[in-house]
């Protein structure tokens, strides 16, 4: 049957039986790439680094390193 892989000769091409018979492995992965650099960026432009309180977090920081705690 044409429409079921043969284990055997996708095994030879160096693909599993799945990916051979369905050739969209690649597209998946691409596509979850996608969905997940769509939502970092959609995210990341909700926040910023010159937030308004982000200087007190900032010297929250460089005191501590000064007082060495």
């Known amino acids: ?3 079921t892989p043969n284990p055997q000769e996708a095994k030879a091409e160096g693909r599993s039986p799945a990916t051979r018979a369905s ?3 690649w ?3 691409l596509a979850a790439v996608g ?3 769509a939502v970092y960026l ?3 432009s909700r926040t910023s680094l010159w ?3 982000e200087p007190l977090y900032a010297r929250a920081t460089v005191e501590m390193l000064e007082s060495g705690n």
Request: hydrophobic share 45%; charged share 15%; proline share 0%.
């Open 1 to 3: 049957n044409a429409a």
């Open 23 to 25: 050739g969209h492995g």
């Open 27 to 29: 597209g998946h992965a």
């Open 35 to 37: 969905a997940i650099l």
């Open 42 to 44: 959609f995210s990341a």
């Open 51 to 53: 937030d308004r309180d």
